[in-house]
Structures are given as C-alpha cells and as structure tokens.
C-alpha cells in the first residue's frame, strides 16, 4: 500500500513563508513525478510545482521565482518552500506522485490527504 502524506501548511501573514513536505511510503520500486496541486473553494485545481525523477522542475507562471519544489530521492519526499506568500495563495495544497510500486511496476496516480495554507494579515 503506497501513501503520500503531507505536513507543514498553516497560517502565515502576506509576504511570509511555508515549507511543505510530501513523504511517500510504501512498497515503492520508483517515483516517476511528484507535485503540488492548490485547491481553493470556487477555484479550478491546477499543478503549481513539479518535478520528475531526473530532477527536472516545472512550475505554473503564477508562482515562478516564490515558489520552488526540492526532492530527496533517498526519503520520497519532496518538498515547496512558498516564499512571498500572497492572500491568493490560500489553499489546500495536495501532493501527487506518479509512483510505481514493486506489485506491479506500472504507474500509478496517488494523492496526499492535503494541507491548509492560509495567507491573511
């Protein structure tokens, strides 16, 4: 059984800082892709960060140069430090990993149970 879990979301006033983290555990035979997806109410969810397994990185316009995604292959985890964190921001951040475990080598989409960012002064 494959799991992503997710910390480090809270409440930060505009312009300050959060780091997330997104462990992934199980019986994991390789990570193709991990990334971050916001959800906020009334909003389309669209991947802000991602990076894949040869440490190639992606990021949506809207967050270029605040946010940066890092990965530590040896832990499967990958992490978003939000930097210049504006009131738009707000959001339940969700991991997904393209992962493929070791029952079937294919891969397969997981999801994080989500963390709450919330920027307000």
């Known amino acids: 059984q494959v799991q992503l879990v997710e910390s480090g979301g809270g409440l930060v006033q505009p312009g300050g800082s959060l780091r997330l983290s997104c462990v992934a555990s199980?019986?994991?035979?390789?990570?193709?892709?991990m990334g971050w997806y916001p959800h906020a109410p009334g909003k389309q969810s669209e991947l802000v960060a991602s990076?894949?397994?040869?440490?190639?990185?992606n990021y949506a316009d809207s967050v270029k140069g605040r946010l940066t995604i890092s990965r530590d292959s040896a832990k499967n985890t990958v992490s978003l430090q939000m930097d210049s964190l504006k009131p738009e921001d707000t959001a339940v951040y969700y991991c997904n990993a393209d992962i493929r475990p070791y029952i079937t080598l294919r891969p397969q989409g997981y999801w994080g149970q989500g963390t709450q960012v919330t920027v307000s002064s």
């Open positions: 990076m894949i397994s040869g440490g190639s990185t």
């Open positions: 199980g019986s994991i035979f390789r990570i193709d892709v």
